[in-house]
Every structure is written in C-alpha cells, then in structure tokens.
C-alpha cells in the first residue's frame, strides 16, 4: 500500500503525524505531504528505480566544478564535502571556501540534488548514497585544470565539468587529460562541449537533454558533438509535467521546483554524471573506459540506426549500464594524450610578468622617494 493510501486509511493517525511533524521539523525541510518524487518522471525514463536494486552509488566521489558556492539544503545532508576554491595568485592552490563567500551557485545545487540527493520524503538523485565534492573555480582554463587534477588527487572517480564564464577563454585540456590519464570519467554538459576544439573535448562524454517525449529542444544543433542523451528540458516554454524538478531552495518552503537557469544540456549532465556513480559503485574494479564503454553499449538507439548526429549513441539506460558486465582496455570515445608536465605555462608566464612589473613600479617608487628625502 502506497504512504497516500495509508493516510487514508487512518487519517487520525496522519493528522497526528503532520502535526508533530511540523512542531519538530527544521524551517526548508522537504514537506512530506507533497513528495517530489511524484514529479520526477526523468527518474522513471532513465530507469533509476531499476539500477538502484543493485546500486546506490555508495563509495564513489563525484566532482563539481562551481562557479559560486552551492546552497545547502535538507536533502543534501551528509552527501556534500566541504567546498573548496580555487585560491588566486601565482602560486594558485585549492583551499577551503568560507561560509560567506559572497556568491551563491543555485545552478550547483540543482545539479547535486539530481545526482545525490537523498530521498525519502524529499528528492531523490540518481545516485543518493554517493558524495559531492564541489570546487568553486570561475576562473581561467588553467584554473580549471588546477581545480581538476586537485579533484583527481583528492579521489573523485567521476567530474562533471561544468565551465564558468571566464574559463571558454582559456583551455581546461590538461586538466582532462590528467583526469583520464588517472581512470576518471569526465562528463560535460553539450552546451558547454561544443564551445571546445574537438581534441579539447576528445574522451569526454558530453550529454545533451531530452524532453519527456524524448525529443531533442528546439534549436539544438549538436552536429554530430552529442555523445549521449538524457531527460533534460529547459525551464522556459515546458509544461509543468515536464519540468526537471530539483533542488531549490528560493523556490517555496520545501526548496523543489524547476530551477530556472538550469539548461537542459546541465539537468541531463548532472543525470548522466550519477549513472556513471552507479556503474562505478558496482563494479568498483572497472576501469573509466569499461564504464563509460557500458553507458554507451546499453543506450537505446534513437533516430537514424547506430550513433547519429542528433541522439550520438541514444539515450542513457541506467538499469542496463549498472547491469551491463563488457569490459573495454582503451576509451570509447578517444585519447587525448598524456598531461604536460610542464609547470610554466603560458598564464603563470603572463602572471609572473604582470607580478615582475607590479614590483619593478613599487621599487621604482620607493627608490624615488629615498632621493627626494636624501635631496631635502
């Protein structure tokens, strides 16, 4: 019998239950008499509820690439490490974020709250038992690569690549390549992809959305770039029964709702990006390319057969990759190359210079000023 129809069936003992509820549930906490879980048809297309018999995604580490910090929410406890930046300077490096960096990325928690988010009464990711480690990093490409090989080193086995508005100026390469040089799985969001040189992006998965009818949004023009599809659609112009609903707090008092500048590209990513988490969680031995070889052999074909410029390989089916057992020794989808090793690059290059000038003006300065003094 469903939770509805129990009430139903004791509607005393339910008063009683919301009642208490209400007197000792925190302010934001999700309201049980609404779960969002009856609005989350994109779990049910994806085959969610068929993958998590087998896995939860528990153990693995999922990493998210910010622009600002992500908002907290009650669904979210206990699946997110603490944030962390990506300091600026020279010498760069990637330390803690404090709790009152003075932006916010809601677009961050809508995307953790598909992967990971708890269930239960509240929303429920793709993969709740996994966790997320985001990284605020809205800088240059080399930014990028640093906060990636931080994520790598740190232990993520899967990076959902998101690139903030500075980073499409510089090149993230190098930090995709140390990530799959290192058996981590790189998923990008189409929209982001194509804005990369094709062996800029070679290796990655990049995901592009799909609406509940399973067609492709209107303007979209992946030329070929798509890998695979998932339930994505854009907040503007979608009925109510074919939103992405997700985590947001500014919503209402329960915090879900169609994140407004959630793309479809991002929602479809973020979905895709806790599959790979299930096929890793259950298979921990496989290696990047065995999963990312599983999610494209089980995908359902769609248009022209075989993989097409408009679906690439088709559109993800969690249950069949978690289930899947081939194995692959190289990637699916290409190499890139090893990582430089090479520490002088050309922005630390162009920063040690701006540093040398600044520097030379200041001792310029104080040499001027000793004269002036020693001349009166």
Request: glycine letters at 14%; a neutral charge.
């Amino acid at each position: 019998m469903t939770r509805s129809g129990r009430w139903r069936a004791v509607p005393a003992v339910a008063a009683l239950v919301l009642a208490l509820g209400a007197a000792v549930l925190p302010a934001g906490s999700p309201a049980l008499a609404a779960p969002p879980r009856d609005r989350q048809w994109y779990l049910d297309a994806l085959r969610v509820p068929d993958a998590q018999r087998l896995s939860l995604g528990r153990g693995v580490t999922i990493g998210l690439l910010t622009n600002a910090l992500p908002a907290t929410h009650p669904d979210l406890d206990g699946r997110v490490l603490p944030v962390m930046r990506r300091k600026g300077g020279l010498l760069g490096g990637v330390v803690a974020a404090p709790h009152d960096y003075p932006m916010d990325d809601p677009v961050a928690t809508a995307e953790m709250g598909l992967m990971v988010a708890r269930g239960g009464s509240g929303l429920l990711g793709v993969a709740p038992a996994a966790t997320v480690q985001p990284v605020i990093c809205p800088g240059a490409g080399e930014d990028t690569e640093e906060c990636m090989r931080w994520l790598v080193d740190s232990g993520a086995d899967v990076i959902d690549l998101r690139l903030g508005t500075f980073a499409r100026l510089g090149s993230p390469i190098e930090g995709i390549r140390y990530a799959l040089a290192h058996d981590v799985v790189v998923v990008m969001a189409l929209e982001d992809g194509i804005q990369l040189p094709p062996e800029q992006r070679t290796g990655v998965i990049l995901a592009g959305g799909l609406d509940r009818a399973g067609k492709v949004s209107e303007g979209d023009a992946p030329e070929g770039r798509v890998t695979v599809r998932a339930p994505g659609a854009g907040p503007v112009g979608t009925p109510a029964d074919g939103e992405i609903v997700t985590l947001d707090p500014a919503a209402g008092a329960d915090g879900y709702g169609p994140q407004i500048t959630l793309g479809a590209d991002e929602a479809a990513a973020a979905l895709v990006t806790g599959v790979v988490a299930l096929v890793r969680a259950r298979d921990p031995r496989a290696n990047a390319p065995t999963v990312i070889d599983r999610i494209l052999r089980t995908a359902v074909d769609r248009g022209q057969p075989g993989r097409d410029g408009t679906y690439g390989f088709g559109a993800v089916d969690a249950a069949a990759a978690v289930a899947a057992t081939s194995s692959a020794s190289v990637n699916p989808l290409g190499d890139p190359g090893p990582p430089s090793t090479r520490w002088l690059t050309p922005g630390r290059v162009a920063a040690a210079g701006a540093v040398a000038i600044a520097l030379g003006v200041v001792a310029g300065l104080v040499v001027l000023r000793i004269r002036r003094r020693r001349r009166a």
